[in-house]
C-alpha cells in the first residue's frame, strides 16, 4: 500500500504544480495591463487547465486516503 500512497502523493504534488502555475499566468496577465477583453480570453485559456489540475489532485488525494485505509 506504500505504493498507492506515494503514487498519490505525487500526483497530487503534480496538481498543485498546475494549480501554480494557473496562478501565476494569471498574476502575469494582470500585472500585463491588459485590456478586460484580453485579460478574459487569457483566464478562458487557462481554465481549463486549472480544473485539470484541480482534478489530479484530487484523484492523487483520494489515492492516499485509500492507501490508507487498506493499509
Do not use: Q, T
Amino acid at each position: 500500500m506504500d505504493i498507492l500512497i506515494w503514487s498519490g502523493a505525487a500526483l497530487s504534488f503534480g496538481g498543485l504544480c498546475g494549480l501554480v502555475y494557473c496562478i501565476l499566468r494569471v498574476n502575469k496577465a494582470r500585472k500585463a495591463g491588459l485590456s478586460d477583453e484580453a485579460l478574459r480570453d487569457e483566464v478562458k485559456k487557462v481554465m481549463p487547465i486549472n480544473l485539470g489540475s484541480l482534478f489530479v489532485s484530487v484523484l492523487g488525494l483520494m489515492l492516499v486516503i485509500v492507501g490508507i485505509f487498506l493499509g
